[in-house]
Nanobody, 121 residues
């Protein structure tokens, strides 16, 4: 069983910064793409940033230049550094990870429980 545990959300004023973390645990053989999504009330879930196992990154246009995704492969952890936060960044942020479990090498794709980020104006 693969589990994702997120942390780092909270309330911050516009212009401030937050760092989100998502740790993957369980019987894992390999981790491929790690990413962050967000969902605001009444809106669809959208990709914020992702990073492949090879280090290729992809960002939503709305966060380019402000957010940075990184990962620590030894810890199976992905981070999202969010700077210059805006009220429109307010949402529940969820991490998503895919890879292969140990022994069976079956592929998995799992979601974290989500962490609330609120940016006040």
């Amino acid at each position: 069983q693969v589990e994702l545990v997120e942390s780092g959300g909270g309330l911050v004023q516009a212009g401030g910064s937050l760092r989100l973390s998502c740790a993957v645990s369980g019987s894992i053989f390999s981790v491929n793409t790690m990413g962050w999504y967000r969902q605001a009330p009444g809106k669809q879930r959208e990709l914020v940033a992702s990073m492949t196992g090879g280090g290729n990154t992809n960002y939503a246009d709305s966060v380019k230049g402000r957010f940075t995704i990184s990962r620590d492969n030894a810890k199976n952890t992905v981070y999202l550094q969010m700077n210059s936060l805006k009220p429109e960044d307010t949402a529940v942020y969820l991490c998503n990870v895919d890879g292969r479990v140990a022994f069976s090498l079956r592929r998995f794709a799992s979601w974290g429980q989500g962490t609330q980020v609120t940016v006040s104006s």
